[in-house]
């Protein structure tokens, strides 16, 4: 079992930042991928990936959020950020933090974030 504690959501006004963290306890595998996936509050919007990054450091990026928004992480304390930028209306949703390894994956309870004026 691995379990996820998320933070770092909230309201901001168009062209902010916030900064979200992730932070796994728990069975770790050595080889894992961490993310954040997004769910906006439209009827029939599914959850879509926002940016990934493995143990090895490889990282990946929705288009919608290239520029915008960096992922990293600490090894050592088996924490994973988002640090999103210039954020938009459009950014706004519950952010989910995601656990992978070989065989396993876990979803943190969200975050929300709401960017309006």
């Known amino acids: 079992q691995v379990q996820l504690v998320e933070s770092g959501g909230g309201l901001v006004q168009p062209g902010g930042s916030l900064r979200l963290s992730c932070t796994a306890s728990?069975?770790?595998?050595?080889?894992?991928?961490m993310g954040w996936y997004r769910q906006a509050p439209v009827p029939g919007k599914e959850r879509e990936l926002v940016?990934?990054?493995?143990?090895?450091?490889?990282?990946t990026y929705a288009d919608s959020v290239k520029g915008r928004f960096t992922i990293s992480r600490d090894i050592a304390k088996i924490t994973v950020y988002l640090q999103m930028n210039s954020l938009k209306p459009d950014d706004t949703a519950v952010y989910y933090c995601?656990?992978?390894?070989?065989?396993?994956?876990?979803w943190g309870q969200g975050t929300r974030v709401t960017v309006s004026s």
């Open positions: 940016a990934t990054i493995a143990s090895t450091g490889i990282s």
């Open positions: 995601k656990y992978s390894a070989p065989g396993v994956s876990y």
């Open positions: 728990g069975n770790i595998f050595s080889y894992n991928v």
